[in-house]
């Protein structure tokens, strides 16, 4: 019987602090608290050509080589020096409030620059009428770009309120560079076509038990303060939760002022109908990211969230299949015009090109949007990115459609460098793999996992030594043992149905252990060294 290489990640734990830069909206602005507290007068922004701009809006939304734009974007320049109103509590701390009106808007939101919290200091966004807040955002959001975009505010008439302790007096800086007038739904619900159906409608007893896990790797992706694209949390060979998102290249701005929705899922299932959706209450925002790689040719952009993304989010990492196989059938998970979280499946193989080309989905549909969403293989796996096409849907009945994915195969090592490829960024190991399991790796059913748990590794946690029991595998396979940064530090062959590997004077870190007989899968375990 021939098997499948696998590869086991050993991971020995150790105690560190990383700050959480997510945005929890569980405190409240300080001036809530206050009583006969004074007013602060709006200052009004200026009325702009909102039928030219729907007029471009109609051509556009059918090309999905555009970002969906929600808004329209005034470039001011308001910092706490310059504008804003300042009181003195009776302890010392200090309350700064500006506050804008946009006749019209359905939302703002803010790109600040030249942007640093102090420790104990807080940023809140709010509507007048109290019913939509944003915060706080802490010293947890500052970062090398001082730039910050915050995630969007319901209404026309919004508050920035900054609280500063009197110990940090005048050491907090940020200036508002641009205010968007959200002219239409973004990041709001209901804003997509109608033959959309949510990521929780059936597509398929194959499918959905991958799109039900899967749906926790998407994000909604708020760029250059005014568009909306869709991507996805993926995977590297090092398993170590790094916040990678990979998304379209024509959704590229300056990533450090973009923000992120994770779980954005609706609490009512619509199936491609005209009933509105209701949100859920659990889904999380983070900002910052910083480029990694992009390529205009296959239309990626891999970028580097700036935080960690809390445990408790329960977010998955997908992974990815850089082989040139074609999937019998694919599916993809997106944010339609930055609609709640919807699906679209494919039961023909897709088309092989320079891209991959879905000729119309046969469940689902995509818009502007949806660009940079992740197509998935019959396994589960991400194997592009969408780009572009055309598309078109007519009350609750889809029309046509022509989709082409960026190919993950393409835009694996064939930009030259790292600045233009992937491979450097999601192999940081070099372990050579075609295939990665998504992380936290789950039993999906695939042929992949069951041979990965043919090949056992014990004790877990263990001081020095793990067993290596082939069990029903056959004996006599190589192995090689690599550091994290791939440097080869043994190599052998395992002639016995129980084996030891013993790190005894290993420093703590990742340590791959390579079993070859075939493909690579990918398995991970933890080491606790004591």
Known sequence: MKFNSILIIVTFFSTFIHFQSQVTNQDKPKSWELQNIQQVSPISLPIFDLKSIQNEDKIND?????PYRFGYKFDVNYSLQNSGTWETLDNGDRIWRIRFLSEGAKSMNFILEDFFIPIGAKLFLYSNDRTDLLGAYTFTQNN???????WIVKGEDITLEYLEPVSQNGKGSFTIRKITHGYRSGGNLNASSDCNIDVNCPIGSDADPLKNVLKKSIGLVLVDGAAMCSGALINNTANDRKPYFLTANHCYSDPSTWAFRFNWISTNTVCGTTEDNVSNTDYHTISGATLKARKETTDFCLVEIDSEIPQEWGTVWSGWERTTNISPWVFGIHHPA????????????????????????????AENGSSGSPLYSSKGKIIGQLCCGNTFCNGTTYQSGVYRYGRFDVSWDRGGTSDTQLKDWLDPINSGVMVLDNYPALDLGTSENILADQIKVYPNPSKDIFIIDLQSAKSDLKYELFSSNGSLIIKGKFYNKINKIDLSGKPNGIYLLKVMDGKTIVKTLKLLKQ
């Not at 090398?144 to 915050?150: E, F």
């Open 62 to 66: 059918r090309n999905l080589e555009i």
């Open 338 to 365: 930055g609609d709640i979280m919807k699906v679209s499946r494919d039961g023909e193989p897709v088309l092989e090109g320079n891209m991959w080309t879905v000729n119309n989905w046969e469940i689902g549909y």
């Open 144 to 150: 090398k770009n001082k730039s910050l975009g915050t």
